[in-house]
């Protein structure tokens, strides 16, 4: 069942405020939009509405962190991430303070409210920062384990979703683990390595790559930060070519943290399928994802291009 | 404690800061200097603090943190943190980073990591909130810098503050006139500071940040009002108790060279500390 990653967000908050007395919930005027409202219907005493004010946002999460409460602080990525990254690398993470921020409306399918409003640089602007856990999952089921998992770790974390509904990737029996890369398909040709919901787009591209008679392995990575090495030097052992997908510029975002982990340590040839370091537009999410190349089309595109290269 | 008493505590934390930044040869002497009767009071008089590490001690955060001298200096007296770190300011490896870093003393009393200005005052709501949540009586006192409010941020938290009924909060302003490139009033105009804390629905207090006797009366007054949070704007001279550092600007972020330290610790006289180390806990 399709379902945007923020839904999932709404519901795993529901949950938490019945399980966990600890946690308490921070919105800057979004919480409709955020789904953090499905917390305040369950728990209104603690959430706390800090009006249009990001940075507040993430000080206020960060003196309740400190007075032993986890809090959650939600906002569009582009103002959690963008506007109060400041307030975020020296009040939480330099302290290492256990605040969660769940950034919604994250990559260019927010759609019509265009390129101001579409954070392509939030995965780029969190993992630079040190102490800093980024979470980006591919579909509804992960989003929500991701953020009951987040709530048991100590320390900070960033969960990057989304505003799209979008398919299915796991069903019921799915295990999220942190900081662990998921193998979805296997294959020995190519290894395409994807993240958001570009996770659905690169099992469509390893079907229509075999059709084709390419056997492309796909792997999730849901936690770009800390990144699973082994999985990622494994697969480039084994098949020598490397695609890498997400809905977030190819400046510093997965692309880039795979071709660190390459370079250091086992380098192959690498494409990155991403926003080619351009702003976003207005326009319905699919018709921009397959205007600036967020397609199943795209990653077999440069797949087979990557293929012919070896 | 009397008055005359705490007036021997900052004395010896006048020359713990100056010795402090003489050492690392840098550092920022005028509003460390501006906040330790400030900070004396807080610790000696007004704070519920025993131990850094009780769960009933009331809070303390540096908004202002390159006053850390000064924090330093009164977690010394309090026994919190030992003297013999005065030397090892801003020195690698120190516990006593150039502005107050959690991770480096934890457990110590320094609450939390500051420096960026203006994000003080939002730690200070989300602990005052947190206490409110579980209702306990902790207070959470916050320390601002006047140059700090020109920030954007302090009145997003400015608003916060009276939308919670944060009565459990209080800021004190280090209102000694003077930021990094001159007068408040030169950089940016922030007067009516008592207005614009009244418009966002404080209670404000004035007082003279350098007399133990209205330091007094303002924290008392405090404690009378019920459903706000509440500032005491408190006046001060930047680099006080240092005749050639006192109301100068470019004494904000300077270490003096030896013999101005000298001279400037022949000023403090015999009252407190005699030499680094050797304070009323030493």
Redesign the interface.
Known sequence: MAKATREAYGEALKRLAVDNPDIVVLDADLSGSTKTSEFKKVSPERFFNVGIAEQNLIGTAAGLALAGKIPFASSFAMFAAGRAFEIIRNTVAYPGLNVKIAATHAGLSVGEDGGSHQAIEDISLMRSIPNMTVISPADGREAEQAVLRAAEYVGPVYIRLGRMAVEDVYDDSYVFELGKGVLLRDGKDAAIIATGLMVQEALKAHDMLKEEGIDARVINIHTIKPIDRDIIIKAAKETKAIVTAEEHSVVGGLGSAVLEVLSDQYPVLLKRVGIQDTFGESGKPKDLLKKYGLTAEEIVRQTKEIIKMK | MKHDDLKVIANSMRKNILTMIYKAKSGHPGGSLSAVEIMTYLYFKEMNIDSPTDDKRD?F?LSKGHGAPVLYAVLMEKGFIGKDLIPTLRQVDTKLQGHP???KLPGAGV??????L??G???????????K?DKKPNRVFALLGDGEINE??IW??A??AS??RLDNLTAILDHNGLQIDGKNEDVMTITPIDKKFEAFGWHVIHADGHCFESLEKAFEERKTIKGKPAIIIADTTKGKGCSFMENQAGWHGKAPNEDEYCRAMEEMGDIGDKSEGGGLNG
């Open positions: 809070r955060v870093d959690i991770k609450e939390a990591s500051t420096g960026s203006g994000q005052l939002s730690i200070a709501n989300g602990m005052a909130l947190a206490f949540l954007g941020m997003e938290a608003m916060l939308h919670y």
